[in-house]
């Protein structure tokens, strides 16, 4: 189908422990995006891969945040010790490969991450 | 860092009345989206803008790019209760990046 899925959709985790979210894009787009969106709307860029490689990783807080994007496998978003500041609704994205026709990301439903 | 902020921040209109929101970059974009998001669910892509002083309509709303491409407006003619929700503009600062810097979004509330 035309959706980005991404799991689980609500995800709780007590304070210093992992959180991984897994999202698997539109088949055929060849960028991968991870937003996360706190409280006041605030959408804020994590990571785009371009296929299974890195394309831009400056949102990422490398100390405790890694994603991957393997071949034939569901993207993913792996937070290590979690801290309450995590909390938020993280969205990966997809996309067709150029910016220059009328496509926009696709989203996916969204983790909900509650850090307890 | 750039910025992208809109204006205004909540807006409450009646049904049948006119709205439109503002975006503005601190930097000049190679182009600029639109998303809406409803309540509770993900963004939805509008359109995208591209060139400068562009305009695109989609039956009540009518998307601006500025003429220095660091700004934009949206704007709905007659509103109706399905157009709830918060509008974002996404702005890119690189062409080829596909990194969208969001907006900080502008909330209607349609009242029936």
């Known amino acids: 189908g035309e959706e980005v899925a991404q799991t689980p959709k609500h995800l709780v985790r007590g304070e210093g422990q992992k959180a991984k979210l897994y999202c698997a894009p539109i088949k055929g787009h060849s960028y991968v995006f991870w937003y996360q969106q706190v409280l006041k709307n605030e959408f804020k860029f994590l990571i785009s891969?371009?296929?299974?490689?890195?394309?831009?990783e400056t949102g990422m807080p490398k100390e405790r945040f890694s994603a991957k994007c393997l071949p034939n496998s569901p993207c993913s978003l792996e937070i290590q010790a979690t801290k309450l500041e995590d909390s938020a609704v993280y969205f990966c994205?997809?996309?067709?490969?150029?910016?220059?026709?009328?496509?926009?990301?696709?989203f996916g439903s969204g983790t909900r991450l509650t850090v307890v | 860092g750039q910025q992208v902020m809109q204006i205004p921040q909540y807006q409450h209109v009646q049904e049948g009345e006119d709205f439109t929101t503002y975006c503005n970059s601190s930097t000049t974009l190679s182009n600029i989206q639109w998303y809406k998001q409803r309540p509770g669910g993900h963004p939805v892509f509008l359109i995208q803008l591209v060139k400068s002083g562009e305009v695109k309509k989609q039956k009540r709303l009518t998307f601006q790019f500025g003429e220095a491409k660091k700004n934009s407006s949206l704007h709905i003619t007659a509103t109706q209760t399905t157009d709830v929700g918060t509008y974002f503009c996404a702005g890119s600062p690189t062409s080829g990046t596909y990194k969208y810097i969001f907006g900080t979004g502008t909330r209607l509330k349609v009242l029936a």
């Open positions: 994205a997809s996309s067709q490969s150029s910016y220059k026709d009328n496509y926009g990301y696709t």
């Open positions: 891969f371009q296929n299974e490689n890195v394309f831009d």
